[in-house]
């Protein structure tokens, strides 16, 4: 099954500049990959959604990248305000697209 | 906008005790999934049912659990006797279909307190 790395330290960036969080997986390329925002105590909140045939996805001031070669999806947060403050979820689906595998997730913090 | 209700929000019982926690998904959703966050770690999949039935369960699943849809509105996780370490934030989840809209929409947790 696939094993999904985010960088478990927080990342703390000042309000305006851009977050740049990494997801990495390991085995088999999927068709797609999902980011999912959590604040504390609550749920995951679905984001962006991209395909293996995209290399990026905009949403407003997200931007996703997807690189089946590296293995490697870049989530970034331009002009961040402290509100983007919260852990941000690295999905993938599994073998037979039934279930969502997510990663351990990188905390945000947006400082004033 | 629909979104997935939960309840309770929190539970506390003790340990060797049953517990059964709700979910009403989206109305016109198919695919309906539980997953458990341990304080601190991932959020970590459970089950996934489709079509009335389990479609795919993690080793956690054991038979202490089980899932029901029973009226065709609720979906409900029960743990038959409850242990120290099933203390978790438990999410219920639910998606359109697969493939196109794969997005999962999750519900606000019920959180158990095991003791």
């Known amino acids: 099954s696939q094993k999904i790395e985010q960088n478990s330290e927080a990342l703390n960036i000042q309000e305006g500049k851009t977050a740049t969080l990494t997801c990495n997986y390991t085995n088999y390329s999927p068709a797609y990959l999902q980011w999912y925002r959590q604040d504390p105590g609550r749920g995951p909140v679905f984001l962006l959604l991209i395909r293996e045939n995209e290399k990026e996805k905009r949403k407003e001031r997200l931007k996703v990248t997807f690189d089946t070669t590296l293995k490697q999806s870049l989530f970034h947060i331009t002009a961040s305000q402290p509100a983007d403050s919260a852990t941000y979820l690295c999905a993938l689906p599994d073998t037979g697209f039934q279930k969502l595998v997510f990663g351990t997730g990188t905390r945000l913090l947006v400082s004033p | 906008e629909p979104e997935v209700t939960q309840t309770p929000s929190h539970q506390v019982t003790q340990m060797g005790q049953e517990v059964i926690l709700r979910c009403v998904p989206i109305?016109?959703?198919?695919?309906f999934y539980w997953y458990r966050q341990i304080l601190g770690q991932k959020v970590e999949f459970l089950v996934s049912?489709?079509?009335?039935?389990?479609?795919?369960k993690s080793e956690i699943f054991d038979d202490q659990f089980s899932v029901e849809r029973p009226d065709g509105s609720n979906f409900t996780l029960k743990i038959r006797s409850t242990k120290l370490e099933d203390s978790a934030m438990y999410f219920c989840a639910s998606r359109k279909g697969q493939g196109a809209s794969g997005e999962l929409f999750f519900g606000e947790g019920s959180r158990l307190t095991v003791l």
């Open positions: 109305s016109n959703h198919l695919y």
């Open positions: 049912f489709y079509n009335n039935e389990i479609s795919e």
